[in-house]
C-alpha cells in the first residue's frame, strides 16, 4: 500500500513541476478575460467598477511573470547567439555560461521581489482600487522568477551531466533551427 501510495504522489509530483506554469497561465488569462468583460459590461450598464483597471494591471504583471518561467522550461528565451557560432566546439560551455548569466539574473529579481513583497506585507498595505493586501500582486515577482530560477538550475544540471554531444539538442539549436523552418516555410 505504501508502495503505491508513493508512486502515486511522485507521479502526481512530477505533472505538478511539468505543468505549473501552462496552469497558472490558464488561471491567469481566464481571470484577465473576466476582468476585461466585466469592465466593457459595466460600462454599457453604468455600473462602475473601480477594481477592474487595477486588478487587469496587476493579472498581467502575474502574467509576464509566470509567462518569463513557462520561457525558461521550453528554452524559448531569446538568445544572443553569435559566441555559439564563433566557438562551436565549446557550444555546451557557452550554453551553461549563458544559463548561468541568466540564474543570476532571475536570483537577482527573486531576492528583491522577495523584499518588496516582505515588506508590503510587514506594512499592511493594500491596492489602491480596492481593499486588497498588495503583497500579494507583488508576490508575483519572487513567485515568477523562484519558478524560472527552478527550471534554470535543472537545465543546467542537466547539461552538465549529459555527455558533449547531448548538449546540442537543448535550447539554441532548437531556436537556430526554429528560424531555420521559418525562413523555409516562408521560400515555399
Known amino acids: 500500500m505504501t508502495g503505491g501510495f508513493l508512486k502515486y504522489t511522485l507521479r502526481f509530483l512530477k505533472a505538478l513541476y511539468e505543468h505549473t506554469e501552462g496552469f497558472m497561465i490558464l488561471v491567469l488569462c481566464t481571470l484577465l478575460v473576466a476582468d476585461v468583460l466585466l469592465g466593457i459590461l459595466s460600462r454599457y450598464i453604468r ?8 486588478l487587469g494591471k496587476y493579472l498581467f504583471i502575474w ?15 531569446v538568445r544572443i547567439n553569435f559566441i555559439v557560432e564563433r566557438f562551436p566546439s565549446y557550444r555546451k560551455i557557452t550554453w551553461i555560461v549563458s544559463q548561468l548569466l541568466f540564474l543570476v539574473f532571475t536570483l537577482s529579481f527573486f531576492f528583491l521581489g522577495l523584499k518588496l513583497t516582505l515588506m508590503h506585507l510587514k506594512m499592511g498595505k493594500s491596492a489602491m482600487g480596492f481593499d486588497f493586501p498588495i503583497y500579494i500582486f507583488t508576490a508575483a515577482v519572487p513567485i515568477g522568477f523562484g519558478l524560472t530560477s527552478i527550471r534554470l538550475i535543472r537545465d543546467i544540471v542537466h547539461h552538465i551531466r549529459t555527455p558533449k554531444e547531448a548538449g546540442k539538442g537543448q535550447g539554441i539549436l532548437r531556436v537556430e533551427e526554429a528560424a531555420g523552418a521559418a525562413s523555409d516555410n516562408k521560400i515555399q
Open 63 to 77: 502574467l509576464c511573470a509566470i509567462g518569463i518561467s513557462a520561457a525558461a522550461k521550453d528554452n524559448q528565451h
Open 47 to 54: 455600473f462602475e467598477v473601480v477594481f477592474a483597471n487595477e
